[in-house]
């Protein structure tokens, strides 16, 4: 038991690497999904790239897009006379992740939007609100809060994403895990990959716990 401990507390150093990821990777994801969405109003050849960038992200396997991302972005770095090692190797994996789940938010938002009361989109025309005004101020949020269940989802599924980051050196979590293990023999690498699901486990459960106070505090919007 003792050693569990100590192998969790070693680990625990990585969270601060993993919650990094985790956070950048959701915030770039998200404003990413709302430039995606913008791009899918504003013309037809926009519905197009915007059909085609959610289809190909989403059906991207993340370890491979992360290598690609490393390996494409310091060579791209190079190309322009840039050092590579100017750029935090972290980057290279929020970028990835990001990519990814920017097709899934705008999914999610776009199904939010659509969901939101057709009578609220009247009154905004009614009212002379400006479109943009509108979009932000009273559209966007209603779709977000009808959202929350499937954003919960893509959290927790951006938590498991980054465990494949160490395929390019970041120690995070995970990464760790398989330091202490590629360094140790038995009872000791059971015990370093079972602090590690126990460490994504609290995350988890931690941002279901966030997000079904929101739930609950917002119910009377999506009328749950």
Same mark, same amino acid.
Not at 151 to 164: C, D, H, P, Q, R
């Given at each position: 038991?003792?050693?569990?401990?100590? /192998?969790?507390?070693?680990?625990?150093?990585?969270?601060?690497? =993993?919650?990094?990821?985790?956070?950048?990777?959701?915030? &770039?994801?998200?404003? @990413?999904?709302?430039? @995606?969405?913008?791009?899918?109003? &504003? !013309?037809?050849?926009?519905? %197009?790239?915007?059909?085609? %960038?959610?289809?190909?992200?989403?059906?991207?396997?993340?370890?491979i897009m992360i290598l690609l991302f490393y390996f494409g972005g310091k060579f791209l770095l190079q190309k322009?006379?840039?050092? +590579?090692?100017? @750029?935090?190797?972290?980057?290279?994996?929020?970028?990835?992740?990001? &990519?990814?789940? !920017?097709?899934?938010?705008?999914?999610?938002?776009?199904?939010?939007?659509?969901?939101?009361?057709?009578g609220q989109k009247e009154a905004l025309v009614a009212g002379n609100i +400006?479109?943009?005004?509108?979009?932000?101020?009273?559209?966007? +949020?209603?779709? &977000?809060?009808? !959202?929350?269940?499937?954003?919960?989802?893509?959290?927790?599924?951006?938590?498991?994403?980054?465990?494949? /980051?160490?395929?390019?050196?970041?120690?995070? /979590?995970?990464?760790?895990?398989?330091?202490?293990?590629?360094?140790? %023999?038995?009872?000791?690498?059971?015990?370093?990959?079972?602090?590690? @699901?126990?460490?994504?486990?609290?995350?988890?459960?931690?941002?279901?716990?966030?997000?079904?106070?929101?739930?609950?505090? %917002?119910?009377?919007? =999506?009328?749950?």
């Amino acid at each position: 038991m003792k050693s569990l401990i100590e /192998v969790f507390i070693k680990l625990v150093l990585g969270l601060g690497t =993993t919650l990094e990821i985790i956070g950048f990777s959701v915030l &770039c994801g998200a404003i @990413l999904g709302l430039l @995606l969405l913008s791009v899918r109003t &504003c !013309s037809f050849t926009g519905r %197009y790239f915007y059909g085609g %960038y959610t289809g190909v992200m989403r059906a991207s396997p993340i370890p491979i897009m992360i290598l690609l991302f490393y390996f494409g972005g310091k060579f791209l770095l190079q190309k322009s006379g840039i050092d +590579p090692s100017a @750029l935090s190797d972290i980057w290279y994996a929020i970028a990835a992740i990001a &990519c990814i789940a !920017s097709a899934y938010f705008a999914e999610i938002i776009r199904t939010g939007i659509s969901s939101v009361d057709e009578g609220q989109k009247e009154a905004l025309v009614a009212g002379n609100i +400006p479109p943009l005004t509108g979009f932000f101020r009273i559209i966007l +949020p209603q779709a &977000c809060v009808i !959202s929350l269940p499937n954003f919960g989802n893509l959290l927790i599924t951006i938590v498991k994403m980054t465990s494949v /980051v160490n395929l390019v050196g970041i120690n995070d /979590v995970f990464g760790l895990a398989k330091r202490i293990s590629n360094a140790s %023999y038995g009872m000791l690498q059971i015990q370093a990959f079972i602090s590690t @699901l126990f460490i994504y486990w609290i995350i988890s459960m931690v941002i279901a716990a966030v997000l079904k106070v929101l739930e609950k505090k %917002y119910q009377v919007i =999506t009328g749950k």
